[in-house]
């Protein structure tokens, strides 16, 4: 099965828990709540505004205590936060930026993301890191499969070629929110 999952906008929006829904209802599979600046209140407002039925569909970059209080589905370990929380049952997942941290965390973690596949759509100058034949060469070799999901100016047109490269899903930012 490939999985999409949509990131949120590093800031607050109007809306945003009914676009969240509005996401989960039509196909996404889940989506990573990442803000970075956030307080937890304003963060716990956020997970509370989702109907209670589609939060285990919920990932969190941050106060991981959320994931453990409103049963969200998991937790995302960054540079910010690099474990999860003593004791967490649930998902945990880990942001990639080379091949060598993917052989790293891989067997550690339910699934990565390596990023950037493409170049960025939300981050000015971010710009592609692997070429095509890298990407290959990442799947031939077992680097890429069904636990690395591509990140880093993934379009929802490009969800089939992505599948078709042999990544296990993608994470979509910049073209959820436009």
Avoid at 37 to 63: C, F, K, M, Q
Avoid at 105 to 111: A, I, N, T
Wanted: glycine share 8%; with cysteine; charged share 20%.
């Amino acid at each position: 099965m490939f999985t999409t999952i949509v990131i949120t906008m590093p800031t607050f929006i109007d809306a945003e828990a009914e676009r969240i829904v509005m996401f989960l209802r039509n196909g996404v599979t889940l989506v990573h709540i990442r803000k970075p600046g956030a307080e937890y209140d304003e963060l716990e407002r956020l997970v509370r505004s989702v109907p209670a039925e589609w939060r285990n569909r919920l990932v969190v970059h941050d106060h991981f205590t959320l994931a453990q209080r409103y049963l969200l589905y998991g937790v995302h370990l960054n540079r910010r936060n690099p474990q999860p929380p003593v004791g967490w049952k649930g998902s945990v997942s880990r942001s990639c930026h080379s091949l060598d941290e993917v052989v790293r965390y891989k067997d550690e973690h339910d699934y990565l993301s390596l990023s950037p596949i493409f170049d960025s759509i939300s981050k000015q100058g971010y710009c592609s890191a692997f070429t095509h034949d890298d990407i290959c060469r990442a799947v031939a070799d077992g680097i890429i499969d069904s636990k690395v999901y591509a990140l880093g100016g993934v379009t929802f047109a490009a969800l089939p070629a992505l599948k078709a490269l042999g990544f296990g899903g993608a994470m979509i930012l910049g073209d959820a929110w436009r």
